[in-house]
C-alpha cells in the first residue's frame, strides 16, 4: 500500500466517522446481523471499504463528465 492508498483509505473512514457522528441509533438487530455475518465472512470489512473507495471514484468520474459535458452545452451556439 502506498501513502496515497492510505489517505483514501484514511478519508473513508473520516467519512465514516462524521456519518456516525451525525447519525441517530443503530438499529440492534441489524447491527446483530451485520457483527454475525462479518464473523463468518472476516474479509467483509475489507471488500466493502475496496467496494466504496471504487464507487466514489465511480461517481466523481461521471460527475466529472457530466460537468464537462454541460460545459460543451453551454458554449454551443443556439
Do not use: C, W
Not at 26 to 31: C, T
Not at 42 to 47: D, E, K, R, S
Not at 50 to 65: D, H, K, P
Request: avoid cysteine.
Amino acid at each position: 500500500m502506498d501513502q496515497t492508498e492510505r489517505q483514501i483509505i484514511d478519508d473513508l473512514f473520516a467519512k465514516l466517522r462524521q456519518a456516525e457522528a451525525q447519525s441517530g441509533p443503530r438499529d440492534p438487530q441489524a447491527e446483530a446481523h451485520i457483527r454475525d455475518a462479518v464473523a463468518r465472512q472476516p474479509a467483509a470489512p475489507y471488500l466493502m471499504a475496496q467496494a466504496i473507495v471504487m464507487l466514489e471514484q465511480a461517481l466523481a468520474a461521471s460527475q466529472n463528465q457530466n460537468q464537462e459535458l454541460e460545459r460543451q452545452l453551454q458554449e454551443r451556439p443556439a
